[in-house]
């Protein structure tokens, strides 16, 4: 290894001192192609590995949670240990689940980052204490700077609402009503930035529903009145299937609606009731922490040489629906 992959000394190894080329493939060829050699110390090691989301257990953070359990499955006679909380949103919850995998001697933690400002002074002290932080799904770039900082697992949030411009302006949109349902929540602010990039300001309606998944006839109520007032919107988007499936139903005749995130949508898509979901395949957003964990503590390997490992967005479309449909079914996608 060259002098510039180490740091001056080795117990101040920073996670992007040392690169595995080739990111995340390079990392499944090491798992899967040589494990005597990326586990070899592994049985003798008992590695805790925390995973703390803002998330509920709803149709989304449920898949996520499928893939964090089967990396655990899979790792467990390697001595890996897997502790989750899923904190609703709540800040404090999250900020003491933490907490709680500090105090645990958790060697990696990965999280979750809706609200920097909020885990800030958490992850400062895991990181001081040389606790390998991974962050998922959302906080791209809120924690590059902390010493112990590994990667970002998850999508591009503005590229991501690019996508899903594009299909709407594809299909003919004029004005599209975007609900964001976790007002603090950085990245849905990005997703309907990217959105607003394509279809331009005047073809993009926010409306921002504080805890609209915890009242689902209030937000019924507030997007039918939207499109009451304003005769101009013809396209619908939730960044939850959660919000997005329910409020069909409240839709005018003819617009054309779409989600972020699979969930149930699938057999919306596959009945014409939405015309496409952007998939982020949260399943790896679970599975995938849990492995470079290992792969970390265990050998040294690092992912994504300083870049994000994307699991997104992809574009599921009527096209596609079938193909990813038995998979929905079992809860993997």
Known sequence: MSNELLDEELGQLTRRG?????????????MLGSPAAAFAASNATKI?????????????????????????????????????????????????????????GSKVIATSVPDASALKDPLRKASSKGIEIITVNSG??????LRTYEVHVGQTETIA?????????????????????????????????GVKSVLGSGGVK????????????????KVKAAFNADKKLNGF??????????????????????????????????????????????????YLPVVFAVLYVTNLNTVGNGQPVLTGPGIINKAKAAKVAALAAKGTR
Not at 52 to 62: A, E, I, L
Not at 140 to 145: C, M, N, V
Request: aromatic residues 6%; charged residues 20%.
């Open 237 to 286: 988007l939730g960044l939850d299937p959660d919000v997005t499936i329910p409020c069909l139903s409240v839709l005018p005749k003819g617009t054309k609606a779409g989600t972020f995130d699979v969930g149930g949508a699938i057999k919306q898509i596959q009945a014409g009731k939405m015309l496409f979901a952007i998939d982020q395949q949260q399943y790896l957003q679970g």
């Open 161 to 193: 609402g690019k996508g899903a411009g594009k299909q709407f302006k594809k299909a003919g949109a004029k004005k599209v009503l975007i609900v964001i349902h976790e007002a603090s929540n950085s990245g849905l602010q990005q997703r309907a930035a």
């Open 206 to 221: 926010v409306l921002t529903i504080p805890n609209a998944k915890s009242d689902i006839p209030g937000t019924k109520a």
């Open 18 to 30: 040392l690169f595995l080329t080739g990111g995340a493939a390079a990392a499944g060829l090491t």
């Open 48 to 104: 805790k590995v925390a995973v703390v989301t803002h998330g509920d257990t709803g149709s989304f953070w449920s898949v996520f949670k499928k893939g964090v359990d089967q990396a655990a499955k899979d790792l467990k006679s390697r001595g890996v240990s897997v502790t989750q909380v899923y904190a609703n949103n709540d800040v404090s919850k999250q900020v003491a689940g933490i907490n709680a995998a500090i105090a645990a």
């Open 140 to 145: 791209l770039g809120a924690f590059d700077s």
